[in-house]
DNA sequence: CACAATTAAATTGTACGCAAGTGAATTTCG
DNA sequence: CGAAATTCACTTGCGTACAATTTAATTGTG
């Protein structure tokens, strides 16, 4: 019963402004967060989205469309032009796996591979400009991963 | 000295990590708000920046473009269409300010400003699928308004 | 007053992000 | 085994984001 009635109950004014503020909250950090990093990506030639994937190879060389979509959250209809215009950089090579015909494994090109020094680079940059401390940025990282569960769960 | 030193100094493997996941968090706990509230606002029409701009509407039936685009930290170019078709959807109206001809003020039609009371509905849905407590939500908020803040003052 | 500088909104072009649909390869199961 | 279901990547269509440009209106200055 009670919980019956949470559904329908009237929210107060002061949680209204605070939900709105939280989404918002974090729609609003991660433009910020891409506008941030974008005078130091274009020195390099790619954009956030673009980055996250190479971050994700300078991990592991080597990897099917799907598993970079997986740990990006992407599917294909995002990472599919995307991938194609990374290989139209020179940064990554795209071949049919040989032992599944439908998966497309995605490889550094030696190209790719060296620039994975100006990571760091990158990194340092963005850390001066967050200007948190490691405990905050663990602990920021930490709440977000959480909330992100939540709200993957709830769909 | 030391300060200069600490622009070039190699960042260690940890730190690179974390930066990493704080970045990357910020950007997928996004997608997931969006993909929370998808369900929900296409019920009502709308997409999730779409409802943003009702939200700050909501609080103030009458606003000139530029007002928006601060409060949302949207430009023109992606305010135009989305405001355009907040008219074609007959929410919004849009004219040109008399005092001063350059700007055009967004004001409420009786149907945008009816849909009001939908947003009780909405909140309530996101914030059981947020399930965190209004401190947490609170705590994240504020982080995430600082980290903004140093961001922004960044670039 | 006049003309340069500034401002507001819209437009153009590029790149996501995602739903929905397509086509080819693989798996499952009757 | 072989048809049906599933999986993977690609494509299409729509809606943001944002830089850069354009157009019109206003402000500032000589």
């Known amino acids: ?6 559904k329908t109950m009237e929210i107060p004014q002061e949680e209204r402004r605070l939900e709105k503020q939280l989404c918002f909250a974090v729609y609003a950090t991660a ?33 099917p469309v799907k598993t970079i979509g997986e740990q990006l959250d992407l599917d294909s209809g995002t990472l599919s032009p995307l991938l194609k215009r990374l290989e139209q950089t020179g940064l990554i090579k795209r071949t049919r796996d040989a032992r599944d015909e439908r998966q497309v494994i995605v490889s550094l090109t030696p190209k790719g591979r060296s620039m994975k020094s100006e990571a ?7 850390g001066q400009a967050a200007g948190c401390t490691l405990e905050e940025m663990a602990e920021i990282r930490g709440s977000l ?8 769960a709830a769909v």
Do not use: C, S
């Open 1 to 6: 019963m009670k919980a019956q009635m949470a």
């Open 31 to 63: 433009h910020a967060f891409t506008r941030a990093y974008k005078p130091i990506l274009d020195k390099v030639g790619l954009t956030y989205p673009q980055y996250l994937v190479m971050l994700v190879l300078w991990e592991k060389a080597e990897l």
């Open 120 to 126: 760091a680079t990158i990194m340092t940059a963005i």
């Open 145 to 152: 991963q959480k909330l992100r569960g939540n709200l993957n």
